[in-house]
């Protein structure tokens, strides 16, 4: 991991604090979240302390600090999707899975991530599980969905 932060500092070897987000944004689109790690790396880099970094990676959603689990759960709460029971879907899918939203399980097996929009709202309610999309969904359908990927 240290390698492949240092080879992406590379590429911004003459950069300033103005670049800390792209920076940000291009570890996560690599590693696929920001480690502890990547931050003392990011902050040794551009001379900023760790906590600042850390300050301004939280006050964006779009960071995450764990690992994406196997089975990337994204529940869609656009209008249509609240409408139609994503409240609901993501209540059951924290209970069947005790993952609380924005965290992934113990097992690294899950997920789970509540977005503004997928962009499918005459499908409502929808998720996506690793960018495939499931529409229309009931609680017997996402049920059903939950057992199958557990049992894998």
Aim: glycine share 8%; charged share 20%.
């Amino acid at each position: 991991m240290e390698d492949t932060i240092n080879l992406l500092l590379e590429k911004y070897s003459h950069s300033r604090r103005d670049s800390l987000i792209p920076i940000l944004q291009e570890i996560q689109e690599e590693l696929g979240y920001l480690s502890e790690q990547a931050i003392v790396q990011v902050g040794n880099h551009l001379n900023i302390p760790t906590s600042k970094i850390y300050g301004l990676a939280t006050f964006y959603n779009q960071f995450r600090f764990e690992p994406k689990g196997k089975y990337h759960i994204q529940v869609c709460h656009g209008t249509a999707c609240h409408i139609f029971g994503a409240v609901k879907i993501i209540d059951i899918i924290e209970k069947k899975l005790k993952v609380k939203a924005g965290h992934t399980t113990r097992n690294g097996k899950f997920s789970l991530e509540i977005v503004q929009c997928i962009g499918a709202c005459a499908q409502a309610p929808v998720i996506s599980v690793n960018g495939e999309y499931h529409s229309n969904l009931s609680e017997t359908h996402l049920g059903q969905l939950l057992v199958d990927l557990n049992g894998e």
